[in-house]
């Protein structure tokens, strides 16, 4: 049962062959003997989980259940959720237990879903290890030295050591993607505005997107049905009339165009990565493909324009954490200002200080157009080059990240070489496409490796086509790490 | 551009983080290395460039002036570090 799909589990439930209880307490048994060592999720509550599931099943009994009614998921521990502790991975918010529910978690409720609980993740997703959390490092199931990715780390870990079989994540510059490649998950950041970022924790608003982590495309399809959709209170939310996201799923790959970005293939991408890639290109042609050469000519611009984007935004949603409304508040201080200072400085971690700095400071009075401004100018050239790629072709395939998942600890002290494996992930939210990362292959030392697929602007079925495609002829999504 | 110090004691102050002593040196470090590597955007020609606020280009949309938010004044208050009689507490500002 560990490993059924939400698919399965769903046709399993419809059937009568398990109940929701009994799904739920076999998934919370599990991560009761495993998280202690993965550390995927901060917040666990058995009695709460059992009560949803219990609703499930009533539910069902009374001839109201939906396709998803009483399968359990995990939420990265940034949706906000009525009655559970929300902390985003950070001190700031260790005692903030959510008033309300986001968007995204109310379409999961009344979809039927049940909470497992709240994955562990870097602080206000920030970072691309898990290393920033208040609450310790996520550990990769596949090799617990190795980091899982990040920052919805804890997300990809849960779905790779079958903890769950789906989890909710959010995708700022590949917090989706890079950590399903480096726990040989399937991941999907839909297109900006096409899930509602009410109630996720605001990091840099105009590249957040929710999106989740399931072993297959196909399962991802399933829960963007649940969780796609219009919704007035995000300003930037997309009001486009809902879809099926499984409709494309069968359709052969005959005379798809995939597209090849050079500068995705040059100095920097580590053999392994290459030549998994490479093979999953043969794979995709032997389907039907053909393979187009494509530029993407400034995508190394994306790290400096990302790097003063996100944090310019962060600096200003994160201003929120002021010590008086809610969350943490230090012990002592003199005034006013004290207060604020000491808090933010035990509250916040080194990143996110980092960040809220740097964004401080290219928004402060005669830095703004040298910064800000110019780097939204670069992001325009970026947006630009993925229009001009997308004449030619219908998806465009790369790799994640540079390397397969490096050492927990060998980083850490190097925020710009941090900053640096991002390269392949960062162009696709600044200009707001949809991108999945699908389990291709693995490195020598075992670690797994994803491949990259991006689509052109609301081209979430196509991309799950392909991937799905993709996943019926090769087997890496169904290989689970030995626990 | 090489942040001196006085820039970085200057910066946490208007982000209202306190800096020690201690620290200051290494995030100074830390933020020339990050401002290292955003400096390569300098090198750009972005003449007759638009900016690019959001992906969409979409301008905000209008709502009608209505009441959409029910009254949940005590649930907001109880996540409060320190409340009174519905208001928040905060050292005094005002002498």
């Not at chain 1, 995705?264 to 039907?288: C, H, I, N, W």
């Not at chain 2, 470090?29 to 003449?47: H, R, S």
Request: with cysteine; aromatic share 8%; net charge negative.
């Amino acid at each position: 049962m560990i490993n059924a799909t939400l698919k399965a589990l769903s046709q399993q439930l419809a059937a009568g062959a398990v109940s929701s209880e009994e799904l739920a307490r076999h998934y919370l048994d599990r991560i009761d003997a495993l998280n202690p060592v993965l550390n995927a999720f901060i917040t666990v509550d058995r009695d709460k989980t059992l009560l949803d599931a219990r609703a499930a099943d009533a539910r069902r009994a009374a001839g109201n259940a939906g396709p998803l009614t009483g399968v359990p998921l995990a939420h990265k521990d940034l949706f906000c959720q009525q009655g559970w502790k929300t902390s985003c991975g950070s001190r700031m918010l260790d005692n903030f237990v959510s008033p309300y529910d986001a968007h995204v978690v109310e379409q999961c409720k009344a979809a039927g879903m049940v909470t497992l609980g709240r994955t562990n993740m870097d602080e206000f997703a920030m970072g691309s290890s898990n290393e920033n959390s208040w609450y310790g490092p996520v550990k990769n199931p596949w090799d617990i030295q190795a980091i899982p990715g990040g920052s919805s780390g804890g997300s990809a870990a849960a779905v790779a050591a079958r903890l769950t079989p789906v989890a909710t994540a959010t995708d700022t510059g590949g917090s989706i993607r890079q950590p399903a490649s480096h726990c040989g998950v399937t991941g999907l950041k839909p297109t900006y505005g096409v899930v509602s970022r009410y109630g996720m924790v605001a990091f840099a608003s105009s590249l957040d997107q929710g999106g989740m982590m399931a072993q297959t495309a196909e399962d991802c399809a399933l829960m963007l049905n649940v969780m796609a959709g219009f919704d007035k209170r995000d300003s930037t939310s997309v009001e486009r009339a809902a879809e099926d996201y499984a409709r494309d799923l069968t359709r052969p790959l005959a005379g798809l165009k995939v597209g090849l970005p050079r500068e995705y293939f040059a100095e920097g991408l580590s053999p392994e990565v290459a030549r998994v890639v490479e093979t999953a290109v043969a794979a995709l042609k032997k389907q039907g493909a053909a393979v187009v050469d494509v530029s993407l000519p400034n995508t190394a611009l994306s790290i400096p324009s990302y790097y003063v984007i996100a944090p310019a935004e962060a600096s200003s949603n994160l201003s929120r954490y002021d010590g008086v409304r809610y969350g943490h508040r230090a012990a002592g201080y003199t005034d006013l200002i004290d207060m604020y200072e000491k808090t933010r400085a035990e509250g916040f971690g080194a990143e996110v200080k980092r960040r809220i700095m740097v964004g401080t400071y290219v928004l402060s009075h005669g830095y703004y157009d040298a910064y800000y401004i110019k780097a939204q100018k670069i992001r325009r050239l970026i947006a630009n080059d993925f229009v001009e790629a997308f004449k030619s072709c219908d998806v465009i395939l790369g790799p994640v990240a540079p390397t397969a998942a490096f050492d927990l600890g060998s980083m850490n002290n190097d925020p710009v070489e941090m900053y640096l494996s991002d390269i392949y992930t960062l162009s696709v939210n600044l200009a707001g496409l949809p991108g999945m990362s699908v389990p291709a292959g693995f490195a020598a030392n075992g670690r797994p490796i994803g491949l990259q697929l991006i689509g052109n602007y609301f081209g979430e079925a196509r991309l799950l086509n392909v991937a799905h495609q993709f996943q019926l002829a090769t087997d890496w999504h169904t290989r689970a790490p030995a626990l | 551009m090489s942040l001196t110090q006085q820039d970085v004691a200057r910066i946490a102050k208007l982000a209202r983080i306190a800096v020690t002593e201690q620290e200051i040196t290494a995030v100074g470090q830390q933020l020339n290395d990050i401002f290292g590597l955003i400096e390569k955007m300098q090198a750009v020609n972005t003449d007759h460039v638009e900016p690019m606020a959001h992906p969409q280009d979409a301008s905000l949309r209008l709502r009608a002036d209505a009441v959409a938010e029910s009254n949940r004044r005590d649930d907001f208050m109880a996540l409060a570090p320190q409340a009174e009689a519905g208001l928040f507490l905060v050292p005094k500002v005002i002498e």
